[in-house]
């Protein structure tokens, strides 16, 4: 399929080919340029001169585990019968025919990286799925990540039946020992494999934390307030991990620290209440002072607590609060995709990429604008 006719946009917004043409072959992007193609088929689309965006990118959310009006029954999040659950493996529970996922499509939101939730200290595994597909395995990009909690969240949980954590000391505990123990376990296994010894017994849990200690995968730590935040970052450097800091809702506090330890942070919701006290410092300007501190910034939804469909919006109130637009556009694509470790597939329009994409009658930082057309993987998901 050729998509041609179209006015060619980078991931930071701005006009990358005039008036050009895109092939997409076997969900890829196998050639472009300027002009029309050599030659047209009933096949290919005319994009009547309209934008062209690489397909964007929610990098938190919990898309597929928390049901489009399901209730209880569609809640699959958070498995808090244990603070400590590293193997849970999100693809088991996602509900891949959810409504939300044709939300997103209809939106231009090609990927999204989705996982459990915030009640444990360490929680499952997170994946970057795209937003259409036949099967949740066809859908998977990659894993991307394990899930750690700080502050409110597991206190909150595990406080009401009177077992650990109940404080900010414990949460941080739990994790370290647990990490302490997948460290020993990874040591003691490659040195029995190494001088053909017995193996250490078999350790489900740390097994799952295993390619995070090898760098394989990221900590990606949930937590609001400033000290929990460094905290995320103590924890990380203690084990060597590669991490990112998901809501840092007062990141604005150490922005100037974290931007020396090359952090990376994801901010949002942006457009919600502060409906628990570690909202109390929310600010909307606080992606503009990370991004202006050298922080990897980008920008999510936490779908459902904003709906996936108005990630647009809240990367629009960043801008209206001093982040560039060009950042706020890289935001939710093209550094959402180099912060979750999926920047060589997605997140630009480019001769090799994943052929995401979709087609809009405007500026989709614009709440007027409509999405067109929206492609995944080389296959037209939605036709608006």
Known sequence: ??????????????VKIPSGYVVCENGRISGMGEGLP???????????????????????THMGLIGDGQGAEGEDVNEDSDPVTPHLRTIDGLCYT???FTDAVKAGITCCVTGVGSTNPIGGDLIAVKTAGYSPDEMLVKRVGI????????KSTFSERDTAPITRMATAAIIREALFKAQRYMKDKACA??????LP??????EALVPLLKGELKAHFHCHRADDILTAVRIAKEFDLEYVLIHCTEGYIAADILGREKASAVVGPVICDRGKPELAGQK??????????GVKTAICTDHPEMPIQYLYAGAAYCVKAGLPKAAAMRAISSEAAEIAG????????AVGMDADMFLADGDPLDLMTNVKMTVINGRIVYKG
């Open 201 to 206: 017994e078999f350790d489900m849990k740390s």
């Open 38 to 60: 050599e030659e047209i088929s009933s096949e290919d689309v005319d994009a009547g001169g309209m934008r062209l965006y690489p397909g964007s990118i929610d990098i938190h």
């Open 342 to 349: 999926i920047s060589d597939r997605v997140g630009e329009i």
């Open 147 to 154: 899930k750690f909690a700080l502050g409110e969240n597991p």
């Open 1 to 14: 399929m050729i998509i041609y006719n179209a006015e060619i946009y980078s991931s930071d917004g701005t």
């Open 284 to 293: 909307p300007e606080n992606a503009a002072i990370l991004y202006k501190n």
């Open 193 to 198: 494999e190494e001088n053909g010894e017995t």
């Open 98 to 100: 959810d409504g939300y």
